[in-house]
């Protein structure tokens, strides 16, 4: 979806819209119109829609009325975003290929005609590589939004939330892609492509150096399937270079089967998203780097496929971690904390990091516990867990914190190594945080978000379609430019 602005309505195309607050529809429209709009009950609450056709300078225009609520309150770009959303998904398959948003007379401040477009461009999003057989009514055919009227400095405040939507965009994409398509190896060009001559840095680990490194866990993970694992680091140090890095952790299967502890077959096709942690790092990364963000932000993401095979790990395997510290692989679909304690330990000794945040859809039980509202936030700091519940309310991807303790800790004690990869099952998401926990360094500010049931939605959300839905990329954007900025 391109988005351009305009000065002049001259070159005003045959479809038009305007936002409306609530209870207050714009006296210059016919009275037929408007009376149209009464007799459809529109009032402009938050994304309701009314369209008619009016006649503008001897041309007939459809005109779409979009509502933006109340003015005020902590909800008002998040409104602005579901209208631009409402606009988004109306139009986005009616055969209209250009919108043209008047905002002349709006009102709207820079920032939230940005957050109107955020809502429009983010709606948009549709990944339809694969469907070749689309009818004409189903394709997609919106292009392109002209905006006119709009606030002066609107146009530079779009482009910093553009490279943020170009990074949601990319989690998105990353999401949605089968495994046969996106696995470790894939999933790095992936990004060396979207982030060419973004000014990132990408490196990339393979097996023979992360064997060297000691990364048994992750390795014991990969080591059943013929795809390579690998570590992707992608570096982005826009800040002061004496300032430590905030380093987030992707947990990055790009397909789980559970491994010899094998899943059932209903769903199994779901785990093709559990590199959604992963996704969200790298979109964030796309988003940090192409809004050029005055901080140092570091993403690792921990790539495996987790197959059963003959070469597979087997329950009760000890592995050995680059921790040093020794894991009885109780259960092999337990797989995400194996891959992030080596890619945490790595991202320590090599980054020395005074913040390290790891996201993972790490647990199924944390879907039973929050559904699709909330992901899960597990920390050792107060202060940053609550920079996180902050960044959640304010980019909608909300989090919900949950309790750590040594009686938790616990539980995942092993008769036969350091600790087993499950603890019993109730209470499965603070054990799995437990274990992770266990590899945070002395110093070192640790969050954990189990966003295991945020990264795909099966019903159309605020800024979404179903699908993959890009969650986590704008919590972390959202953190960084709040906390790690000048
Ligand atoms: N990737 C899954 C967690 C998951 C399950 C995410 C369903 C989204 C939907 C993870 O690797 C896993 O299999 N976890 C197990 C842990 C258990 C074996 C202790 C789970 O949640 O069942
Ligand atoms: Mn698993
Ligand atoms: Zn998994």
Redesign the pocket.
């Known amino acids: 979806m391109k988005i351009t602005f305009a000065t002049s309505a001259d070159t005003m195309p045959q479809l038009k819209a305007r936002i409306v607050e609530q209870d207050k529809l714009p006296a210059d429209l016919s009275p037929a119109f408007l009376q149209g709009a009464e007799a459809s009950r529109f009032t402009g609450k938050v994304g309701q829609l009314f369209e008619g056709f009016v006649e503008d300078g001897g041309v007939v225009v459809r005109l779409a009325l979009v509502g933006t609520g109340k003015h005020g309150g902590d909800e008002r770009l998040a409104n602005l975003e579901r209208a631009g959303a409402a606009l988004a998904a109306k139009y986005l398959t009616s055969g209209e290929k250009v919108l043209g948003l008047d905002l002349e007379g709006s009102g709207l401040s820079a920032r939230e005609t940005a957050s109107l477009l955020t809502g429009l461009r983010l709606r948009s999003w549709r990944w339809d590589t694969y469907r070749t057989k689309l009818k004409e009514e189903q394709k997609r055919s919106l292009e392109q939004v002209v905006v006119f009227g709009a606030h002066k400095g609107a146009e530079a405040a779009w482009k910093v939330e553009e490279a943020v939507a170009k990074g949601v965009e990319l989690t998105r994409e990353l999401v949605a892609e089968p495994a046969n398509i996106i696995y470790p190896q894939s999933f790095v060009e992936r990004c060396r492509e979207r982030m060419e001559g973004t000014g990132v840095e990408i490196s990339v680990l393979d097996e023979d150096e992360m064997a060297e490194l000691g990364m048994g866990a992750l390795l014991g993970v990969s080591q059943g399937s013929i795809r390579d694992a690998k570590l992707l680091v992608i570096k982005w140090m826009g800040g002061n270079p004496a300032d430590k890095p905030t380093v987030f952790v992707g ?1 990055g ?1 790009t397909f ?1 089967t ?1 491994g010899i ?1 094998i ?1 059932p077959a209903a ?1 199994m096709e ?2 093709k ?2 590199m959604g942690g992963a996704g969200a790092v790298a979109g964030a990364m796309l988003a940090i780097a192409g809004r050029k963000a005055k901080a140092n932000v570091i993403g690792v993401c921990g790539l495996v496929e ?1 197959m059963p095979d003959g070469n597979a790990q087997r329950p009760g395997d000890v592995v050995t971690t680059m921790s040093g510290q020794t894991v009885e692989v109780i ?1 092999t ?4 904390r194996l891959v992030l304690c080596d890619a945490i330990t790595y991202a320590q000794r090599e980054f020395k990091p005074r913040t390290v945040i790891d996201l ?8 039973i516990a929050l559904g699709m509202e909330h992901g899960g936030l597990f920390s050792n700091n107060d202060d940053l867990a609550d920079k996180l519940l902050a960044a959640g309310r304010k980019s909608g991807d909300k989090l919900w914190r949950f309790p750590l303790s040594p009686a938790y800790d616990k539980l995942i004690d092993s008769p036969i190594a350091d600790m087993k ?3 019993p099952r109730w209470g ?2 603070i ?2 945080a437990q274990f992770i926990q266990r590899y945070v360094e002395e110093g070192v500010n640790w969050a954990h978000l189990d966003i ?2 945020m990264v795909w939605a099966d019903k159309p959300g605020a800024t979404w379609d179903k699908g993959a839905t890009g969650f986590g990329a704008r919590l972390i954007d959202t953190f960084v430019r709040d906390n790690c900025e000048g």
């Open positions: 947990k299967v789980d559970g502890s899943k769903g779901d785990m998203w559990d987790n259960n679909d337990a797989e995400g993972a859809t790490l647990t199924g039980a944390m879907m990869n499950v603890g499965g998401s054990t799995a295991a049931g």
